[in-house]
């Protein structure tokens, strides 16, 4: 069965540091892979998703993430890391091809300190 | 907005009630799944339908069941709730299978 194993629940980082967040799967194969943001009080809202090819992809609000097949890893990146990113991030990965469902992490809160 | 819309967004009633969750996808979306996230479970999938058909069930008590109608719209019906049902419902929409899901902002649901 697939899980998603996100090892940090909290982190706390300062306005304009850079930011990794960590994200470990079980699968068979390679899967789809994706990371999802969680304002309070709002819905979850994609950031970034990779199905195949290039193992760096760009998402949405300056976020990164790298696909590493023999860490089975798909850690979210920023540079630098503003106020407004505070929130909870989701892992989430899916088997490719065909109709199926998305299995998420438990989630990283993110904090960021002035 | 993210174009799916999910009614009401906060519901409270007592235990052994029955409620209705109501999510409208996005507009041309014919994929619809429900999601349960609580603190302790984390977001666990509940049910996918695809243009009116069940596809996929995931950890979905008896007690609850949930609907496609032709509209597209789905509703999610949990009955003799309990304490522990309290969480925040997400419905989320796709074009073609899950790729990309679009979440609702939920239906915080309070059972007392």
């Known amino acids: 069965a697939q899980s998603v194993t996100q090892p940090d629940i909290h982190i706390t980082v300062s306005e304009g540091a850079s930011l990794e967040l960590r994200c470990n799967y079980s699968?068979?194969?390679?899967?789809?892979l994706f990371w999802y943001v969680q304002s309070p009080g709002q819905g979850l809202q994609l950031l970034l998703k990779?199905?195949?090819?290039?193992?760096l992809v760009q998402g949405i609000k300056g976020f990164e993430a790298e696909f590493k097949r023999s860490q089975s890893s798909f850690n979210l990146r920023k540079p630098s890391v503003h106020w407004s990113d505070a929130a909870e991030y989701f892992c989430?990965?899916?088997?490719?091809?065909?109709?199926?469902?998305?299995?998420f992490g438990k989630g990283t809160m993110l904090l960021v300190s002035p | 907005d993210s174009g799916v819309t999910q009614t009401p967004k906060h519901l409270i009633t007592a235990t052994g009630q029955r409620v209705t969750l109501r999510c409208s996808p996005r507009s041309g979306d014919l994929s619809v799944y429900w999601y349960q996230q609580s603190l302790d479970q984390g977001l666990q999938f509940l049910i996918h339908?695809?243009?009116?058909?069940?596809?996929a069930k995931g950890n979905i008590l008896e007690r609850f069941s949930a609907q496609q109608f032709p509209d597209l719209h789905s509703e999610l019906n949990l009955s003799s709730l309990e304490l522990g049902d309290s969480a925040l419902y997400f419905c989320?929409?796709?074009?073609?299978?899950?790729?990309?899901?679009?979440f609702g902002s939920g239906t915080r649901l309070t059972v007392v």
């Open positions: 339908y695809y243009n009116g058909e069940e596809r």
């Open positions: 989320a929409s796709s074009a073609d299978g899950y790729y990309g899901y679009t």
């Open positions: 699968y068979g194969a390679t899967p789809y």
């Open positions: 990779y199905f195949s090819g290039d193992t």
């Open positions: 989430a990965v899916g088997p490719p091809g065909g109709y199926s469902t998305l299995t």
